[in-house]
């Protein structure tokens, strides 16, 4: 579906050189968030941050969705996710 060729063409960006921004970090986040993929939108946030990167509302909005479409659901790192993105 999407989500693999979104996968496929952020890693081909990758490994081609080109370094992704915040928008592009994104919208690979929210594509993934809809199919529950937290473990990899966790995975895209550490990328995000190791680049210097802040999350942004739109990436933590992302972030909480994939949360909640995982099966099963994550409600304990939503939270951690929220609070921490307060503290902020």
Not at 21 to 37: H, I, K, Q, R
Request: charged share 25%; proline share 3%; hydrophobic share 45%.
């Amino acid at each position: 579906g999407d989500a693999g060729r979104a996968k496929k063409i952020f890693q081909h960006m990758l490994s081609s050189g080109i370094q992704p921004n915040v928008f592009v970090y994104t919208l690979m986040a929210e594509t993934l968030a809809y199919c529950g993929d937290w473990v990899e939108v966790e995975k895209l946030k550490k990328m995000l941050t190791k680049e210097g990167f802040l999350v942004n509302e739109r990436f933590l909005c992302a972030q909480l969705l994939s949360f909640a479409c995982a099966r099963p659901r994550q409600p304990q790192r939503a939270v951690a996710a929220f609070e921490d993105a307060r503290a902020k």
